[in-house]
């Protein structure tokens, strides 16, 4: 399979999920240009999650197609499709490229042993979807940018609890290794069919510690306007609800999947729009 090929399922799979459906509701020039980020960030994802072969040496690919939009020499389509973002509202390349980075680290890191560990790597996976967001609402300041780095590494570290089972079957433990060890947890916790209390409690701290970090989002979303303000308490809401709904789950990922529910993010996004 062809990076090409992948490119093509990538774009199938896209269309057939909610993201550009949440799209509708912005305006048709961000709305656009959104949806071109997206359709790479799949793709990047897709390779370095499932691709044939040297998965490394084909984000190596994507990484030289990317530096190569600048001088018009890319080729891939998700990466030419990016264009017209970086023209029109000036986005930088760097971070589509931590994208890739991002991806290169799944290839080779499959634990973190500290917080701190796993937030860097949440400023390569997470936080330069942000950053591209503030650019193309033209609200990339050095302020909007700390504080939506905070909200996108919440979102990730949400996502990693509500993940655990799934990601351990993948070979992936993003849990801080220093944390479970601490707790005592051992690695067949992590492929059970039920959440052991040890588990939960170190679930709990990761939640927590998203609780804070997202309360940068009041600040962020007070600060924009526009469909930006709305996108991003949308962003926001959504963390909120997720942990909300692992807290109130008693951290029980095993059993189930936790997901945020429709009401309480509209409430909680209702509440960043009047309060902020």
């Given at each position: 399979?062809?990076?090409?090929?992948?490119?093509?399922?990538?774009?199938?799979?896209?269309?057939?999920?909610?993201?550009?459906?949440?799209?509708?509701?912005?305006?048709?020039?961000?709305?656009?240009?959104?949806?071109?980020?997206?359709?790479?960030?799949?793709?990047?994802d897709d390779v370095g999650d499932s691709a044939p072969?040297?998965?490394?040496?084909?984000?190596?690919?994507?990484?030289?197609?990317?530096?190569?939009?600048?001088?018009?020499?890319?080729?891939?389509?998700?990466?030419?499709?990016?264009?017209?973002?970086?023209?029109?509202?000036?986005?930088?390349?760097?971070?589509?490229?931590?994208?890739?980075?991002?991806?290169?680290?799944?290839?080779?890191?499959?634990?973190?042993?500290?917080?701190?560990?796993?937030?860097?790597?949440?400023?390569?996976?997470?936080?330069?979807?942000?950053?591209?967001?503030?650019?193309?609402?033209?609200?990339?300041?050095?302020?909007?940018?700390?504080?939506?780095?905070?909200?996108?590494?919440?979102?990730?570290?949400?996502?990693?609890?509500?993940?655990?089972?799934?990601?351990?079957?993948?070979?992936?433990?993003?849990?801080?290794?220093?944390?479970?060890?601490?707790?005592?947890?051992p690695e067949d916790d992590l492929f059970a069919a039920?959440?052991?209390?040890?588990?939960?409690?170190?679930?709990?701290?990761?939640?927590?510690?998203?609780?804070?970090?997202?309360?940068?989002?009041?600040?962020?979303?007070?600060?924009?306007?526009?469909?930006?303000?709305?996108?991003?308490?949308?962003?926001?809401?959504?963390?909120?609800?997720?942990?909300?709904?692992?807290?109130?789950?008693?951290?029980?990922?095993?059993?189930?999947?936790?997901?945020?529910?429709?009401?309480?993010?509209?409430?909680?996004?209702?509440?960043?729009?009047?309060?902020?």
């Amino acid at each position: 399979m062809t990076l090409d090929d992948i490119a093509s399922r990538s774009a199938r799979q896209m269309r057939a999920e909610n993201f550009p459906v949440a799209l509708r509701a912005l305006p048709r020039g961000p709305r656009a240009q959104l949806a071109r980020v997206y359709e790479f960030a799949r793709f990047v994802d897709d390779v370095g999650d499932s691709a044939p072969g040297d998965r490394l040496a084909l984000l190596d690919m994507i990484d030289a197609d990317v530096r190569a939009l600048s001088r018009g020499g890319a080729t891939l389509p998700p990466v030419v499709g990016l264009r017209p973002v970086l023209d029109a509202c000036a986005v930088p390349v760097d971070p589509f490229l931590d994208l890739i980075q991002a991806n290169r680290m799944d290839q080779v890191s499959t634990r973190y042993d500290s917080f701190d560990e796993l937030l860097g790597y949440c400023r390569l996976s997470a936080a330069p979807v942000g950053r591209i967001v503030l650019y193309i609402a033209g609200a990339a300041s050095t302020a909007n940018i700390a504080d939506s780095d905070a909200v996108c590494a919440a979102l990730q570290v949400l996502e990693h609890c509500q993940d655990v089972g799934e990601d351990a079957r993948l070979g992936r433990v993003y849990l801080p290794a220093v944390e479970l060890r601490m707790a005592g947890v051992p690695e067949d916790d992590l492929f059970a069919a039920a959440t052991s209390p040890r588990l939960r409690r170190v679930i709990s701290v990761q939640v927590a510690r998203s609780y804070e970090l997202l309360g940068a989002g009041r600040g962020l979303v007070g600060r924009l306007s526009g469909w930006a303000r709305f996108a991003v308490s949308g962003y926001v809401a959504g963390g909120l609800a997720t942990a909300g709904a692992l807290r109130s789950a008693d951290y029980r990922v095993l059993e189930r999947h936790i997901g945020p529910g429709k009401a309480r993010t509209a409430l909680y996004a209702a509440r960043l729009m009047v309060r902020t």
